[in-house]
């Protein structure tokens, strides 16, 4: 009698336990349905949304015509106000080594250069001797061909300055080192005939060009050596501005050089078959200059990140990467300027805005001058102490120069840095002076806006390297 009552209530349970069992599968399946429901109608007025925008011609590109946020919009990197939903590349690695004694954004123009020199060692590949057209005595003009190179006489490379041609300083072997111009109070330019990009042959625009002396701001990628007028890019790239230490502010450096700049694309486009690229900065704290957003007939890739971000390989790589067999060529954006003023006023004027930097001038500002400008001027009673080394270019990649030494053919921007030949106990194992470094070991590591003033010292002896 027990058992059979036990098993009654067993089975009353096992009754209960699937009935309620059954009720919650109906009510979570009910839930499902409800808010599929309530998907496919979201969906549907979403999709109705777009569809009603493409209708009234709105660009979708322009905004988001979506009930929902972008993927970008929820976890991507913050982008400045006045792009308007441009695509932009992050760039995730680099270093921006922060120094003291960037240019302050003032424009010399009382100060120039005395002497003027073209280096032939500037460029990448060229024999030691090249072909010199004038000897040491003789007058030249801005633009007369000093030289050209015996392996490629077809490029010719032109006079900065007007001037007496007073020195050529040769080298080990007899090679070339520099050509040395005194220049005249008052420039005067030698008349070069007038192009008309409209009518000309791309052949009869390189030919243009190579007799002017403008071909040699052409270079191409691989390999960073003058361009080849045989061959044909398959894209020319520009980048518009630098993110190596202390770099100039090419903003400031082209304001009010739009034409020029514009004249300069013109060129371009017709030397290629492809793309002309401009490498803009997203920065979150300063617009780009007109004189690059309003250029017509390029296409603007927007970058933001640290150094190299600037660097126009980095661009080159993450717009239109060169593979086997490619060519592109490259322009710096001040030289294309000189480019443009050679179509719009026929003379070739070598006029360049170089920004003086380091936290061993005195005043640090922008000077306007001409390229290979010899940089006495720039420091004689503009420095803090004596013992100091000259940089024509930034620390990362410029050349040590004298005080009374010339700039580099391609650089807009003297470095001066404390010469420190001092020793220092334990070297760079000793972190005791504050100092720019990527290593967590160093306190500056956690400084990360802070600016420092670089000096020369390497931190460490003379010895051989232990492989």
């Not at 060229?126 to 072909?131: D, G, L």
């Not at 717009?319 to 443009?340: C, E, H, M, R, S």
């Amino acid at each position: 009698m027990l058992l059979c009552l036990s098993a009654v209530q067993v089975a009353d349970a096992q009754s209960l336990l699937a009935s309620s069992g059954s009720n919650i599968f109906l009510g979570g399946l009910a839930v499902i349905v409800f808010l599929a429901l309530i998907a496919a109608v979201v969906f549907v007025a979403d999709n109705l949304l777009q569809i009603e925008a493409k209708r009234l011609g709105v660009d979708k590109g322009s905004a988001n015509y979506s009930i929902f946020p972008r993927y970008k919009e929820l976890f991507g990197k913050k982008v400045p106000d006045y792009l308007d939903n441009e695509e932009v590349t992050h760039l995730t690695k680099g270093h921006d080594i922060k120094l003291a004694g960037a240019a302050n954004e003032v424009l010399n123009e009382d100060v120039a250069g005395k002497t003027y020199s073209i280096r032939p060692k500037d460029f990448i590949g060229m024999s030691p001797i090249p072909k010199i057209l004038f000897a040491e005595g003789d007058r030249v003009e801005a633009g007369d061909i000093l030289f050209y190179d015996k392996k490629r006489p077809e490029i010719k490379y032109a006079a900065p300055v007007s001037g007496e041609l007073t020195s050529i300083t040769r080298g080990e072997k007899r090679s070339i080192d520099d050509i040395i111009i005194t220049a005249d109070n008052d420039i005067t330019f030698k008349a070069l005939p007038a192009f008309d990009l409209a009518e000309g042959t791309r052949e009869e625009l390189k030919e243009y060009l190579l007799a002017s002396g403008v071909w040699p701001f052409i270079r191409q990628r691989p390999f960073d050596t003058v361009a080849d007028p045989a061959d044909t890019p398959k894209a020319i790239f520009i980048s518009t501005f630098d993110s190596a230490p202390l770099a100039p502010n090419l903003n400031f450096a082209v304001q009010g050089k739009e034409t020029y700049f514009q004249a300069g694309i013109r060129v371009l486009q017709k030397l290629t078959d492809g793309v002309v690229h401009l490498g803009l900065n997203a920065d979150l704290n300063e617009k780009p200059s007109t004189v690059f957003t309003s250029s017509r007939g390029a296409k603007k890739n927007w970058f933001q990140g640290a150094h190299p971000a600037g660097n126009v390989g980095i661009q080159i790589h993450h717009t239109d990467p060169i593979n086997k067999g490619d060519v592109v060529w490259v322009l710096n954006a001040q030289d294309l300027i000189i480019i443009g003023k050679l179509f719009l006023e026929q003379k070739y004027d070598a006029e360049r805005v170089v920004a003086l930097t380091g936290a061993e001038l005195l005043n640090t500002c922008y000077v306007k001058t001409r390229i290979g400008a010899n940089i006495k001027n720039f420091v004689d009673g503009n420095l803090r102490q004596d013992h100091v080394r000259c940089v024509s270019g930034d620390v990362l990649t410029g050349r040590q120069i004298a005080k009374d030494g010339h700039l580099g053919f391609f650089d807009d921007q003297l470095t001066v840095l404390r010469e420190n030949d001092n020793y220092e106990m334990f070297g760079w194992l000793f972190p005791t002076t504050p100092r720019p470094s990527l290593s967590s070991s160093f306190p500056s590591f956690f400084a990360k806006g802070e600016n420092y003033e670089a000096e020369t010292n390497t931190h460490g002896d003379k010895r051989a390297f232990v492989v």
